[in-house]
């Protein structure tokens, strides 16, 4: 519901994981193959001599340090910027309209999303089947969607929670004249185990 | 975007994991062990002694892995390895929510498997005639396990079991379709 660039996080964890792998297996197999272990050896030289080579060759200014380190250090505050925005980003896309149309050429309409939030929450809220219940907007690919979430009273069938949340929805489609997108989401969870049954039938 | 594709896409993420809290911790491992090597290499530039490792040493010890204790070495790389895989494996898997799409015409409907199974719970108890306290029901993905136990010397009628729990399911319209296979104890206890 919410706009978390789920790609993204699995792209995360894909290069993590493939990172973790590709080091923890060349470490062991540097140790553990004897073929491996002696190509190391020999390559240990090399790459030390390679290394203080670019270092010499790269100074900056006249202060007698590579440029190499200092570049580094940009890429790892440049990384972990890119780290905290994608974490900031998890999460969002709650928006604040309902419903927004420009009725004449002086101005627009809008319609708050607390409009409809409000008004199946009063429908919903006083219903014994549901021990608690929450509605909130999102945006998905631009069109604002009403999530009604309800916990249910243990034993509640979902066939009746689903309808009695769905009419109150027809009741708000009359209300706007018009049908936003809803997602209903029923859930059980520990408030509603330690509720006491329902007495419907 | 026409309804019928948010739709879809709603009820796609919705039954699915956005593997959220495995990125964020990741991202934030990430972050500190990123951030000390920047306050490493600073330190190194300005010359003061390292925090834990300088740059040059870290350097060094990762180009003579081979001459460390192979024991040690095999060990941690293993352990790396081993975690590497387990993260690419929940990167690819699906990572299904224990959640069902309830058919609808005009909402997308999400129901929770427990909410599923605490409602044929209560359906079964009545049609077995037994305490609810005694019916037990595990919905998974495709299957609803109900285990009653019955009240000692009421026998329980299996198929007015089994005929509910199946209209009840077939009442929902589940997305995918759940079966349900309904056991009986062979024992009952006294005084439910």
Redesign the interface.
């Known amino acids: 519901m919410n706009s978390t660039n789920r790609a993204a996080n699995r792209l995360l964890i894909l290069l993590v994981g493939l990172l973790l792998l590709v080091v923890g297996a060349a470490a062991a197999a540097a140790v553990l193959i004897p073929v491996v272990r002696d190509g190391c050896k020999d390559a240990t030289g090399q790459v030390t001599a390679q290394v203080s080579e670019w270092l010499q060759q790269t100074p900056l200014g006249d202060t007698g340090v590579s440029w190499i380190l200092p570049a580094l250090l940009v890429l790892a505050v440049l990384a972990v910027i890119l780290l905290i925005v994608f974490i900031v980003r998890q999460g969002r896309g709650h928006t604040g309209i309902a419903v927004r149309e420009s009725t004449s050429e002086h101005g627009a309409t809008v319609v708050e999303s607390a409009v409809a939030e409000q008004v199946l929450q009063d429908a919903i809220g006083g219903r014994p089947e549901f021990v608690a219940s929450h509605v909130s907007t999102y945006r998905v690919k631009r069109t604002p969607v009403l999530k009604i979430s309800v916990t249910c009273r243990r034993g509640v069938s979902p066939k009746d929670a689903a309808v009695i949340v769905e009419d109150a929805v027809r009741a708000l489609d009359l209300l706007l004249g018009r049908q936003l997108p809803a997602l209903v989401q029923i859930s059980g969870g520990f408030r509603a185990r330690i509720t006491s049954t329902t007495r419907l039938q | 975007?026409s309804?019928p594709?948010?739709?879809r896409?709603?009820a796609r993420?919705?039954t699915h994991s956005?593997?959220?809290l495995?990125?964020?911790v990741?991202?934030?491992l990430?972050?500190v062990v990123?951030?000390w090597?920047?306050t490493e290499?600073?330190i190194?530039?300005l010359g003061a002694p390292a925090l834990l490792v300088a740059?040059v040493d870290t350097?060094?010890s990762a180009?003579?892995?081979?001459q460390?204790p192979?024991g040690i070495?095999?060990a941690?790389?293993?352990?790396?390895?081993?975690?590497?895989?387990?993260?690419?494996?929940?990167?690819?898997a699906p990572g299904r929510r224990a959640r069902h799409l309830?058919q609808?015409e005009?909402?997308?409907?999400?129901?929770?498997n427990?909410?599923?199974a605490?409602?044929l719970?209560?359906?079964s108890s009545?049609a077995g005639s037994v305490d609810?306290d005694n019916a037990s029901v595990s919905v998974s993905h495709r299957h609803a396990a109900v285990h009653l136990t019955p009240t000692s010397g009421i026998p329980v009628d299996r198929d007015a079991v089994t005929g509910e729990v199946a209209r009840?399911l077939e009442?929902?319209r589940l997305t995918p379709p759940v079966r349900a296979r309904v056991r009986i104890s062979e024992n009952g206890r006294i005084g439910a």
Do not use: C, K, W
């Not at chain 2, 180009?63 to 081979?66: F, Q």
């Open positions: 975007m309804t594709g948010i739709y896409r709603i993420r919705e956005p593997r959220s495995l990125a964020i990741l991202a934030v990430l972050i990123i951030a090597l920047g290499i600073v190194a530039l740059p350097f060094t180009v003579n892995l081979v460390a192979a070495v095999a941690a790389g293993i352990v790396a390895a081993v975690i590497g895989l387990v993260l690419i494996i929940a990167a690819i309830l609808s005009r909402t997308v409907v999400v129901v929770d427990e909410v599923i605490s409602a719970a209560r359906h009545v609810p009840q009442s929902y």
